[in-house]
């Protein structure tokens, strides 16, 4: 019998946090390995285990897998959270990639000064509200059924729920002109391996702090760390 996938990331969100969602999701248990000092990182590089020099790593199945998108799908495809067919595949990777795309901007946040932060926070409001959310909240009011793709539960559903909180978080009444996705929240959020996930003492990590921005820059030793997490 397999063991648990382990995961080797920070302390913290990043990149990683889709995948932590997407385990969670298919009632997947996993372990990480938190890295925390330059030398767990440069081991993993002379080991050969980054393929090509980044984290997020996810040792599953017998494989040292990188590329967060890689990671996803293989853990998707899995685990039937990944359409029953090519064209429901298509639709679930263009849904993914617009959440993608939202929650990059909120993964920069962290590692950006004041004055920064504060252009940022406008960007995220506006993208979110003008750009990602109204094509999400069409797509559930067109078909009217509970989920993105195939009227059935998936990897998209699971980056949609994701990626309304991470936005929530920075603006609590986003989806105040979406009921769509309001009432899409409340539904994905009741699902029992989704609810287990948001409650206290789970593997879901908390807003980043300064001590994980700190701890990602000590580690990669670099000052703007964004693309390698």
């Given at each position: ?14 990149k990683?946090?889709?995948i ?29 285990d ?8 996810v ?28 064209k ?11 959440t ?12 950006l000064?004041?004055e ?23 797509v ?5 059924q ?34 769509q996705l ?5 539904r ?14 789970s ?27």
């Amino acid at each position: 019998m397999a063991g648990k996938p382990k995961l080797y990331y920070f302390d913290g969100r990043g990149k990683m946090e889709p995948i932590r969602w997407l385990l969670a999701a298919a009632g997947v248990e996993f372990e990480e390995e938190l890295l925390e000092t330059r030398e767990q990182y440069e081991k993993l590089l002379q080991d050969g285990d980054l393929l090509f020099q980044q984290v997020p790593m996810v040792e599953i199945d017998g494989m040292k897998m990188v590329q967060t998108r890689a990671i996803l799908r293989y853990i998707a495809a899995k685990h039937n959270l990944y359409g029953k067919d090519l064209k429901e595949q298509a639709l679930i990777d263009m849904y993914v990639e617009g959440t993608t795309d939202l929650m990059g901007l909120i993964l920069m946040y962290p590692f950006l000064s004041p004055e920064d932060k504060e252009k940022q926070l406008a960007t995220i409001i506006d993208k979110a509200t003008k750009r990602y959310f109204p094509v999400y909240e069409k797509v559930l009011k067109d078909h009217g059924q509970d989920f993105l793709v195939g009227n059935q539960f998936s990897w998209a559903d699971v980056h949609l729920i994701e990626s309304i909180l991470m936005v929530e978080e920075k603006s609590c009444d986003v989806l105040s002109e979406f009921p769509q996705l309001q009432a899409f929240k409340a539904r994905i959020s009741n699902i029992p391996n989704i609810k287990k996930f948001l409650e206290p003492g789970s593997q879901r990590k908390p807003v980043p702090d300064d001590k994980y921005v700190e701890t990602v820059r000590r580690v990669l030793q670099a000052y703007y760390v964004v693309k390698a997490t």
